[in-house]
């Protein structure tokens, strides 16, 4: 398994309320990203980060910030959530010269 | 608008009973194409990567191949442990190390 630990595990939270997921590799990898998935529209990038404190925007951002402060960690922030945001996020990595991506455990997150 | 759709939706099989799951993309200049496991409630498994047209890649009971327009996952024999969401994914040139997901093939073994 690709050293990949993605906290919480699961969230309920309320409407409006300010969430922040976290991803922590040990590979050292310099990518690291951000997908939701959601039935009917598969996996979407949210945010990504080619190293430290540069970070790009993928296909669904509106909503969300991110930050990458250390080669091992990138936090995705909901600043303040909505039930369109209830779905399972996964964090994945990958290296500076491979094309793979490999991913996390996922984090169900409900929004009520 | 690079666009990947893979089909069926859903698969049922007899164990034994060899198929094959489609993934057609719309993008220009590939970088990759990249299939993937996912086991319910938990993250995608890497399982092959694709560069050019012609390449094929295996792995146990499952073979991955590419054509200029689309690849195929041939499972041979499949056992009821197979079953699982089949995703595939291509990197289009530009945008970095981006990938665009199908909505996956979900694969059911029968015993």
């Known amino acids: 398994d690709a050293g990949i630990t993605q906290s919480p595990r699961h969230k309920v939270t309320e409407t409006g309320t300010p969430v922040t997921l976290r991803c922590h590799q040990t590979?050292?990898?310099?990518?690291m990203y951000w997908y939701r998935q959601d039935p009917g529209h598969g996996l979407r990038l949210i945010h990504y980060s080619y190293g430290v404190k540069d970070t790009d925007k993928g296909e669904v951002s509106d909503g969300y910030s991110v930050s990458r402060s250390k080669t091992e960690d990138f936090l995705l922030t909901l600043e303040s959530a909505t039930s369109s945001q209830t779905s399972v996020y996964f964090c994945?990595?990958?290296?500076?010269?491979?094309?793979?991506?490999?991913f996390g455990p996922g984090t169900r997150l409900t929004v009520l | 608008e690079d666009q990947v759709t893979q089909s069926p939706e859903a698969l049922r099989l007899q164990e034994g009973e060899s198929s094959s799951l489609n993934c057609s993309y719309t993008?220009?200049?590939?970088?990759?194409l990249f299939w993937y496991r996912q086991d319910p409630g938990k993250g995608p498994e890497f399982l092959f990567t694709?560069?050019?047209a012609g390449e094929e890649k295996e792995k146990e009971r499952l073979k991955a191949t590419l054509t200029k327009k689309e690849s195929f996952l041939h499972i041979t024999a499949p056992k009821p442990e197979d079953s699982a969401t089949y995703l595939c994914?291509?990197?289009?040139?530009?945008?970095?190390?981006?990938?665009?997901f199908g909505q996956g093939t979900r694969l059911t073994i029968n015993p």
């Open positions: 994914a291509v990197q289009p040139p530009q945008g970095a190390q981006k990938l665009v």
């Open positions: 590979e050292n990898h310099r990518y």
């Open positions: 993008v220009s200049g590939l970088r990759g």
């Open positions: 994945a990595i990958s290296g500076r010269d491979d094309n793979e991506q490999f």
């Open positions: 694709l560069y050019s």
